[in-house]
């Protein structure tokens, strides 16, 4: 199995660009989770996903934040407009419905 | 979710035990312990985790005291490959990372 594959594994952007991070879960896996990580803030979980269906969003930062997953192979978090302050690395992670997460490398988005 | 409390650092000597605690005075019944770690920039690792009973597979050990107020990670014979952060987690299901314990496993 190659595991969460997480794409771009860096991106860097413009101060109001549209930013989209893509995660390709373990297949069989139906729980999938969007985490952030900034020096400042340590990991953070955003979102996560059951069957396709967002479950808990409590953790996203502000409306300019979206999350989707068409179906289970598939899943993006969108940042539009972006901020400086949204630089940090973006995992994505998943679930068999067992205890163990499995982390994707991360995406490390550069917003200047 | 309870919350615990991590040792911000500790150091180990290649070769010996890495024992790593854990407080969560405040956790609940149906709450698991989970140990992950993340290796410089890459994504966190599963390591392990327990309810009650003390539990032991490849890679550690986790030693849960009977009133479940605090655990230990033991890592049996550290290598410089697991000079890494190590979180120590109590949830029911979903993962809220704490800041970790930052072990440094010197030759």
């Known amino acids: 199995d190659a595991g969460v594959i997480q794409s771009p594994r860096h991106e860097v952007t413009e101060m109001g660009q549209e930013v989209t991070l893509r995660c390709k879960p373990i297949?069989?896996?139906?729980?999938l989770f969007w985490y952030r990580q900034t020096m400042m803030r340590g990991l953070e979980l955003l979102i996560y996903?059951?069957?396709?269906?967002?479950?808990?969003d409590s953790g996203m930062p502000e409306d300019r934040f979206s999350a989707k997953m068409p179906n289970a192979s598939f899943s993006t978090l969108k940042i539009q407009p972006s901020e400086p302050r949204d630089s940090a690395v973006y995992f994505c992670?998943?679930?068999?419905?067992?205890?163990?997460?499995?982390f994707g490398n991360g995406t490390r988005l550069t917003v200047t | 979710d309870a919350k615990t409390t991590q040792p911000p650092s500790m150091d180990c000597a290649e070769g010996r035990a890495a024992n790593l605690p854990c407080n969560h005075s405040?956790?609940?019944?149906?709450?698991?312990v989970y140990w992950y770690r993340q290796i410089h920039s890459q994504g966190p690792q599963y390591i392990i985790h327990?309810?009650?009973n003390n539990e032991t597979n490849e890679m550690a050990s986790l030693i849960i005291t009977e009133d479940r107020k605090s655990s230990t990670l033991i890592l049996p014979h550290a290598t410089l490959r697991d000079t890494a952060v190590y979180y120590c987690?109590?949830?029911?299901?979903?993962?809220?990372f704490g800041t970790g314990t930052r072990l440094q496993v010197f030759p």
């Open positions: 327990g309810l009650k």
């Open positions: 996903f059951n069957n396709n269906v967002p479950i808990d």
């Open positions: 297949s069989g896996h139906d729980y």
């Open positions: 405040t956790i609940s019944g149906n709450e698991y």
């Open positions: 987690i109590v949830s029911p299901f979903k993962l809220i």
């Open positions: 992670a998943t679930q068999d419905g067992g205890k163990t997460l499995h």
